[in-house]
């Protein structure tokens, strides 16, 4: 049984990084039509969620919040975050072995790393969301990442896309809609902002 690790919201500025992993058949997947979350209409994603909660072995995601993300940034960066957080998702979902979306320029150290923290077996790739594991990851992590981006803007208003170079994104944030809570302050848009 193969499993597969990717996450959406690496880059904003605003709201939080979910890492999911789906542990399932290849073929049932892939009949799905699993792709890339960013080559699915928000639509597509939102069906493509339920199946994959249907047909998967086993689904699970965390969403690391802003704060916990600026911590790791300041300190260690975020490979050693998604290091971490999928160490601890791989132990909720086994499997023989995992397919992930390496964040690392140099794929086979990501793989390494990920093997000596779990004991277990990692394959990560770039663009790895061919693999159809990998794929349902990255519906999953999105879906949950957009669901929660909906919450702020139902809170505050319109925030753009949440990306740093995002015109609504940075007139959010200069007006001060954005709660603290739900920004990251270690990205230099925040930064130039002091």
Not at 28 to 47: C, E, I, Q
Not at 96 to 103: A, K, T
Not at 165 to 170: A, I, L, Q, S, V
């Amino acid at each position: 049984m193969f499993g597969g690790v990717d996450e959406a919201g690496r880059g904003p500025v605003i709201g939080p990084m979910v890492i999911a992993v789906v542990v399932g058949e290849t073929e049932a997947l892939r009949r799905l039509g699993v792709k890339d979350s960013k080559r699915l209409r928000p639509s597509a994603r939102m069906s493509l969620f339920d199946e994959i909660l249907r047909v998967a072995d086993c689904v699970n995601y965390v969403v690391v919040e802003p704060h916990i993300i600026d911590l790791y940034v300041e300190k260690d960066g975020l490979n050693a975050l998604e290091l971490d957080f999928t160490a601890r998702l791989v132990e909720v979902c086994p499997a023989d072995l995992y397919y992930v979306d390496s964040p690392d320029v140099k794929p086979e150290r990501y793989a390494s790393a990920l093997a000596l923290l779990t004991g277990r077996r990692f394959v990560a790739l770039h663009h790895g969301e061919e693999v159809p594991q990998v794929a349902a990851a990255s519906i999953v992590a999105k879906v949950v990442r957009d669901r929660l981006v909906e919450l702020i803007r139902r809170e505050v208003g319109e925030v753009g896309s949440g990306y740093p170079g995002d015109p609504k994104t940075r007139e959010a944030l200069q007006a001060g809609r954005v709660p603290p809570e739900c920004v990251r302050f270690s990205w230099k848009t925040m930064r130039l902002r002091s």
